[in-house]
């Protein structure tokens, strides 16, 4: 150990210096330990503690439901785990985008990492990574815990004589879906929150941008879509999904995903409109990863 | 101790080279046609505000193409290496650049490995730089409750954490205090003498640099107005500066009447030094009329004197 703490002359580091996916992973590392709050102070911690502890609560709760009831219905669609908690999702998205998205720009901290080795590319995708990475354990994990849930109580519900208990492998490949489905709401979510963050580096401005796009986007479908439900045009409220982000993804987990459009209300996307909805989310999440390193670099020169 | 490996292998070549490099933006020419080169050492770069000292940095860095002309930083050219020059040197920007929600361990290791530095080492080297550059028990708390002097070692300290081999330091007495200015100039002199990291340190004001360069380079509306030896500046003019306590006109005129050329600068006498015997004439002068003399010494030029 230390055995010269004495000695404070300067002394020259001739050690390894890593390389590129070193540098991208210590980014990464960073971006996911800031939003979590972690390094930050414990005032930074509660907000995205608290989400993560809200988002857990109903499947927990689910759970214990169906350990009395032991009826295969009272179980929570797996697919619809993160469209029943969008509002809590929504502000995880709101809160938590401008810590990764706006604070270097508001700090002006960028130059510091581009006077390193660093990559533009590398720079933005670590922070992509990171909230992707958050915004999936957000969801993923509840999932989770309700699949291990229906496991662990299907015996009781078939000795319970439930009717119509779903088979192992048929949950299971619900389950599998329905992580499939949370990446790509992770991938949709977070490219829409850091995009819209990131041009609104203002204190405050970003999370009230972000919850701002999103609930107006709702309200806007909403309104087309009742009004298009109305007059019977069940089509155009289908494709109306389009523009609000989570059932911009629902449509993929519906019309490719194979996920129930039975516990769905009436304007779910149309049969058939599957491969647009994902390659309209693929677009959002390329055409904000583009907008977004073009954002830093002009803050990094 | 290591000694300077990056230091003492590039002595005899330039650590900055510039040919005719020239920066134009719409509507101005920041820098133009710049040629100069810049040895080991501490190097001042000085101009007034908005001189084009932190463009020059920036093309420098490899991070802004210029308009013409070239560079090599370490050997490296500015057009085609510049991640390789990135790696090597430090950067210390003249703004606020700091996360106040984060302490200075935390940003600096981070930092540290984001310049290629394993995890146990970053932790080593900022620990260790951030106790170079002053910064104690404080280096815990969040950054946002700093003194501007303390932020101002923070960002030396993450220039220095990776041990670059150049360190581009813009205005980094900025905003501090007589005291917090005359510690942050030693630690510059430091840098470029026991540290062994070359340094190139811009301000503003020609005087303080003048105290730990051993070189400048001043720029003026883009152009390159001198690029030599700081000794050149300063080196005896032939003339001798006298201090007297009370009575300084009597001095005057009793040096003149004796033939010597005199004139008052502020509280001092500028004499010129005509040869030995002008010394004898003011050790007289001065027995005779009974003063107390304050100082006698050469006077020498100022850098000041170049934008007169």
Known sequence: MSTAIHDIGYRHYDGPRLGRSHVARSLYQYNLRSLFGLGRGARAKFIPLALAAFMLLPAAGDIAVLSFARRPEVLIDYSMYAIYLQPIIAIFLATQAPVIASRDLRFRTVPLYFSRPVETTDFVLAKFAAFVTALLALMAVPVTLL??????????????????????????????????????????????????????????????AVMAVYLISNVVVLIVQGASISSGNYEIAGWAGLFTPFTLVDGVQVRLLGADPGVRAENVAPAGS??????????????????????FRKAGA | MTGGAGASS???????????????????????????????????????????????????????????????????????????????????????CLPPDVSATEFVVHLARVSGLPATAARERAADVLRHVGLYEERYRPMGGYSTGMRQKVKLAQALVHDPRLVFLDEPT???????????????????????????????????????????????????????????????????????????????????????????DGRHLVVDLAGEETYDLIRDGVADLGLALVRLEQARHHIEEVFR
């Open chain 1, 147 to 208: 699949h291990l849930g229906f496991l662990a109580m299907r015996k009781a519900m078939i000795e319970g004589g439930a009717p119509d208990v779903p088979s192992v492998a048929g949950q299971t490949g619900e389950y599998f879906a329905a992580l499939a489905g949370c990446l790509l709401f992770a991938l949709v979510l977070s490219s829409f929150a850091l995009l819209i963050a990131a041009y609104t580096p203002r204190r405050g401005f970003g999370v009230a």
């Open chain 2, 174 to 264: 900025n905003g501090l205090d007589p005291q917090g200015r005359d510690e942050m100039l030693a630690l510059i002199r430091r840098i470029g003498t026991e540290f062994g990291i070359s340094v190139l340190v811009t301000s503003h004001l020609l005087g303080e640099l003048e105290r730990v360069c051993d070189n400048v380079v001043i720029i003026d509306g883009g152009r390159l107005l001198s690029a030599q030896s700081l000794a050149a500046y300063t080196e005896a003019s032939g003339r001798l500066l006298v201090e007297v306590e009370d009575g300084r006109e009597a001095l005057e005129r009793h040096l003149a009447e004796r033939g010597a050329t005199v004139r008052p």
């Open chain 1, 274 to 295: 599957g491969p647009v909805f994902l390659l309209a989310a693929l677009a959002v999440v390329g055409v904000s990863l583009l907008l977004l390193m073009n954002r």
């Open chain 2, 10 to 96: 590039l002595s005899g070549m330039p650590i900055i080279a510039t040919r005719d490099l020239t920066m134009r933006f719409p509507g101005v020419t920041a820098l133009d046609a710049l040629s100069f080169t810049v040895e080991t050492g501490v190097t001042g770069l000085v101009g007034a505000n908005g001189a084009g000292k932190s463009t020059l940095i920036k093309i420098l860095l490899g991070l802004l193409p210029p308009t013409s002309g070239g560079a090599l930083v370490l050997g490296h050219d500015i057009a085609v290496e510049g991640p390789r020059i990135r790696g090597s040197v430090g950067f210390m920007p003249e703004y606020d």
